[in-house]
C-alpha cells in the first residue's frame, strides 16, 4: 500500500508557523484606528474664511441702487414666461438683468433657490433649465457658525462715493448659507464642448424697507 501521510502534517503541533498569533496582534494592533474621527472628505481648495471673503467682496462690487435708478438706460427684451431681461454694455463687460414676478411666497423661493442636499438642487436645475442641465452637486456647504464673524454687508446701500457704502437706517444681517455648487450644461452643437460651472453663492435677507425678501450673490 502507498503511504498517503504528508510529511507536514507529521510535524508536531509545535512546530507549526503560529499564524494565529499573528493575526491576532495584528488585528489588535488595527482597533485603535477604528476609535480614530475620521474628518469628512473636503472637495474645495480655498478655505471656508476665503469664500466667504469671495461673496462677500462680489456683493459689494455690485451697485444695487445703481440698477434700480438707471434700467430705463438698458435695452428690455420681454420674456415668454412673463420676465423681462435688460442687458447693458460697457467697455469691458455685457451685464444682464431679469425682472419678472413669481406667484409664490418668499419662503418657497428660498427652498427652490436654496435647496438642502445635491438631489434637490439637481431636480431644481432640472425644472429651470430642461434638457440644457446635465448634473450637478453641492460640494461644500460653509457651517452657520462660521459665517458669523463676518461684517455686516448691505448689498443695496448707495455709494457715497470714495469707495465706501453708506450702511442705511436698517443693517442687513451678515452672509449666510454660503455654499460650492457644480453644474454641466450641455454643448450646443458638435463643435463645441460641454460647458461646466463652479462657483460659490450665499443668500443676506432683505429686512425693514426692502420688505421681508432676500438677496442671493454668486461668485
Known amino acids: 500500500m502507498p503511504n498517503l501521510r504528508s510529511d507536514h502534517f507529521d510535524k508536531p503541533v ?3 508557523p503560529d499564524i494565529q498569533d499573528d493575526s491576532t496582534e495584528g488585528t489588535a494592533r488595527s482597533l485603535p484606528l477604528l476609535d480614530e474621527p475620521h474628518e469628512p472628505r473636503r472637495y ?3 478655505t471656508d474664511r476665503r469664500l466667504i471673503e469671495v461673496v462677500a467682496r462680489e456683493t459689494k462690487a455690485i451697485n444695487w441702487h445703481l440698477l434700480r435708478c438707471s434700467v430705463a438706460n438698458w435695452d428690455k427684451t420681454p420674456g415668454d414666461v412673463g420676465f423681462a431681461v435688460y442687458t447693458k454694455r ?3 463687460l455685457r451685464r444682464v438683468m431679469a425682472s419678472g414676478t413669481i406667484p409664490c411666497s418668499v419662503e418657497e423661493l428660498r427652498q427652490v433657490l436654496r435647496p438642502a442636499a445635491s438631489d434637490a438642487y439637481t431636480a431644481t436645475m432640472r425644472e429651470l433649465f430642461g434638457d440644457d442641465f446635465v448634473h450637478g452637486a453641492i460640494v461644500h456647504r460653509i457651517p452657520e457658525d462660521t459665517t458669523a464673524d463676518t461684517d455686516d454687508i448691505d448689498p443695496t446701500a ?3 462715493g470714495r469707495g465706501c457704502r453708506r450702511r442705511g437706517h436698517h443693517r ?3 452672509v449666510s448659507d454660503v455654499a ?3 453644474a454641466m450644461f450641455a454643448k450646443r452643437h458638435t463643435l463645441t464642448r460641454n460647458e461646466q460651472w463652479c462657483f460659490v453663492d450665499c443668500t443676506q435677507p432683505l ?3 426692502h ?3 432676500f438677496s442671493m450673490t454668486m461668485a
Open 211 to 213: 420688505g421681508d425678501g
Open 172 to 174: 442687513l444681517p451678515k
Open 158 to 160: 448707495e455709494d457715497d
Open 14 to 16: 509545535g512546530e507549526m
Open 90 to 92: 460697457t467697455r469691458d
Open 207 to 209: 429686512t425693514g424697507s
Open 180 to 182: 460650492v455648487k457644480t
Open 44 to 46: 474645495v481648495r480655498l
